[in-house]
């Protein structure tokens, strides 16, 4: 099973940040996880939120602040700060790590809809990225699939359900020929056998507890996001001895 760091290690620096990046890349882990949001000037940034409070000292809608305004922004901690990553600031530190793989998460609603997807395919195009393996793009919008498809039909692009769905889209209607499906570990538990669904890959989240990742694996599982990626590594590389496997599902860190 692949481990991907969610946000990178975001369990121990602040989430999207360089710091939280490198860490989680000198992981012995497959790949780190993304969230991009596009500025008011155009330019792709590794924020999750639509807004910048929870993030930040600073306050306001990501689409509607210019990179500049962003870069004046506190995004780290007051003893180390950090600014705001760009999609080529991160795939400038990626290039150090030619082993992992890059999970690209467009959020979704925005204001710039089709443009988020059309400048990461720019910059992507631009690197020499387009046909890289490595590079998988996911997202909960149908419509990001359907552009990505479009756009870069090489790339990997996995669509990711919220629980909810299986009220509101049981047959996983979809657009966008995804090449792998992406599942909530709340919905995994509840609906097992849809893990591998339609003979794709599955990529489950957001999974921290010890003896979840456990299940996850013992399910089959193929990709697994986590915030606490050092602690998988060290589980899942494990010896698979009865007592790790008791100790693990007897405490819950």
């Known amino acids: ?63 509607r602040l210019d990179l500049e305004s962003l870069l004046s922004l506190n995004f780290g901690t007051k003893e180390v700060p950090e600014k705001v990553l760009t999609l080529n600031n991160l795939l400038d530190i990626f290039e150090d790590y030619p082993d992992k793989h890059l999970y690209i998460e467009t959020k979704h609603p925005m204001r710039y809809a089709v443009m988020l997807e059309e400048e990461i395919t720019k910059i992507l195009k631009y690197r020499g990225l387009l046909e890289d393996p490595r590079i998988h793009i996911i997202s909960f919008a149908l419509p990001a699939m359907y552009r990505m498809a479009r756009l870069a039909p090489q790339l990997d692009r996995i669509h990711l359900r919220r629980s909810w769905e299986r009220w509101g889209n049981p047959r996983d209607v979809r657009c966008g020929v995804p090449t792998g499906l992406g599942l909530s570990l709340e919905r995994a538990k509840l609906e097992p056998k849809i893990i591998g669904a339609k003979g794709l890959p599955t990529y489950l989240f957001t999974v921290d507890k010890q003896k979840d990742m456990l299940w996850a694996r013992d399910q089959g599982v193929d990709m697994l996001a986590t915030n606490y990626p050092d602690r998988a590594a060290e589980l899942l590389n494990a010896d698979e001895e009865p007592d790790m496997y008791a100790n693990a599902h007897g405490k819950e860190e």
């Open 1 to 63: 099973m692949k481990v991907i760091a969610h946000r990178g290690l975001s369990s121990r620096f602040p989430e999207l940040t360089e710091s939280a990046f490198r860490a989680a890349l000198e992981l012995p882990i497959h790949g780190i996880e993304t969230d991009v949001r596009l500025t008011k000037c155009g330019e792709v940034v590794n924020v999750h939120d639509p807004i910048v409070d929870r993030v930040s000292n600073g306050r306001g809608r990501v689409s």
